[in-house]
């Protein structure tokens, strides 16, 4: 799906922007733009290798995301961000939810994922991929604007903010955590950052959050992308 169900949910019932409490997560996988740019140059003979390299590394990164109670909240460039709320309304619900697992769980997934894949080896060339990962816990914000015949929204606040931040501080193939999700009980760190306080290096998760898998929602995004682009195959 390109737009969260969060989002759509909250369009129908004519709320336009809130507040909640959430855990987040910024990935940033390094050398998409140049893969992407490299093979884009080739025309229509770099289409298929594309799609294949994008579709091994972000499919498993947003199952890594949904399959635990999250939702890809924007892409930006080589990066994307995901929110796990903290109260479940889906059908997470009615499960024993950790979020604080969930996004942990998550985010070693995606790194092992984008570490396995990181050499990319094409006919038009070799491309190395690697990954850096913040996570945060803390408050967000969501606004929805009518824009005429299509709708827009994004997500903002301090707990995002920190998750950036976090992101920033990794070094390749590193997930930061920030001193919010530092501090919760059943988590390894390997070290704390010396420069930074409050930021720590993620080794494991003690308690790792299993995947749950559930069928694709059905609820219609055309008020967020036109009818002509989402039957686009």
């Known amino acids: 799906r390109l737009i969260p169900d969060f989002i759509i949910n909250r369009h129908l019932q004519k709320q336009y922007s809130g507040t909640m409490q959430a855990n987040i997560l910024n990935v940033d996988i390094k050398g998409i733009t140049a893969l992407t740019q490299a093979l884009m140059s080739q025309s229509h003979a770099g289409v298929e290798p594309l799609t294949d390299t994008v579709n091994s590394l972000f499919t498993p990164a947003i199952e890594a995301i949904e399959s635990r109670g999250g939702f890809v909240s924007g892409f930006a460039g080589d990066a994307f961000t995901a929110v796990f709320p903290l109260v479940q309304e889906s059908d997470f619900a009615s499960l024993v939810y950790d ?135």
């Open 99 to 233: 979020p604080d697992a969930a996004i942990l769980t998550a985010a070693l997934s995606i790194r092992d994922s984008v570490i396995a894949q990181g050499g990319q080896v094409t006919e038009f060339g070799e491309f190395e991929l690697e990954v850096r990962i913040g996570a945060a816990s803390g408050e967000i914000n969501w606004r929805i604007i009518e824009t005429g015949s299509q709708a827009v929204y994004w997500f903002y606040g301090p707990g995002l903010e920190n998750a950036v931040l976090a992101q920033g501080l990794a070094q390749t193939n590193e997930v930061i955590v920030d001193k919010q999700l530092c501090e919760k009980p059943g988590l390894t760190f390997g070290k704390c950052l010396e420069s930074v306080s409050g930021f720590c290096l993620l080794s494991e998760v003690q308690c790792p959050a299993e995947a749950v898998h559930n069928e694709p929602s059905a609820i219609p995004q055309t008020a967020f992308i036109p009818e002509s682009v989402l039957s686009l195959s």
